[in-house]
């Protein structure tokens, strides 16, 4: 079965970069994209960005453009999210998603399997 | 493209019919997802679409829409439908997502 494996919770300091892991399986992973979203707390989803596994194309949030690199190895099915220059705003658990690939403007659009989630806190 | 849910959260009892809307401020096309998210837990996909249904989702989830203005309907509401529920467009990016109907009992 598809199963998206995330690192764990991460504290960080303001400033400071993270950057958080997930490990795909049970598909091939190069056909599909990666999303990532994350959810403040107490609040809603925010779509981060998302990346082709399979062209390396990427598509960023423009509130966090300029401080985010998603990234994928393909030796390993895993994909990569980089959030640098950290803030307290960046406080938030951060999901993994299957998502279209490898065009995100294709035909088929949603993010059918996620990772358990992965909580970052930024705190001085 | 901003979207908007209503209402932000709903009462409700096992075996109601239950409706949520989902409005966008411009067209987007049959490209709008559902979601449902339970405490600390990952959102898991419900219908994608508009209508379709995800494989292994009950049949008491339908979706359907009129414009730009998306329903999400839980035929009769079951004890594990106790959730929060969140649309997504997907027509033009940055995706994005309702602000969410917590559906409670």
């Known amino acids: 079965q598809v199963q998206l494996m995330q690192s764990g919770g991460e504290v960080k300091k303001p400033g400071a970069s993270v950057k958080v892991s997930c490990k795909a399986s049970g598909y091939t992973f190069i056909k599909y994209g990666i999303s990532w979203v994350r959810q403040a707390p107490g609040q809603g989803l925010e779509w981060v960005g998302w990346?082709?596994?399979?062209?390396?194309?990427?598509n960023y949030e423009e509130k966090v453009q300029g401080r985010v690199t998603m990234t994928t190895d393909t030796s390993t099915s895993t994909a990569y999210l980089e959030l640098r220059s950290l803030t307290s705003d960046d406080t938030a658990v951060y999901f993994c998603a299957r998502a279209p690939g490898p065009t995100i403007f294709g035909d088929v659009r949603h993010l059918d399997n996620w990772g358990q989630g992965t909580l970052v806190t930024v705190s001085s | 493209i901003p979207m908007t849910q209503s209402p932000s959260s709903l009462s409700a009892s096992v075996g109601d019919r239950v409706t949520i809307t989902c409005r966008a401020s411009q067209r987007i096309n049959t490209y709008l997802n559902w979601y449902q998210q339970k405490p600390g837990k990952a959102p898991k996909l419900l219908i994608y679409?508009?209508?379709s249904l995800q494989s292994g989702v009950p049949s008491r989830f339908g979706g359907s829409a009129s414009g730009t203005e998306f329903t999400l309907t839980i035929s009769s509401l079951q004890p594990e439908d106790f959730a929060i529920y969140y649309c997504q467009q997907s027509y033009a990016t940055p995706w994005t997502f309702g602000q969410g109907t917590k559906v409670e009992i």
């Open positions: 679409a508009v209508s």
């Open positions: 990346i082709s596994t399979s062209s390396g194309d990427r």
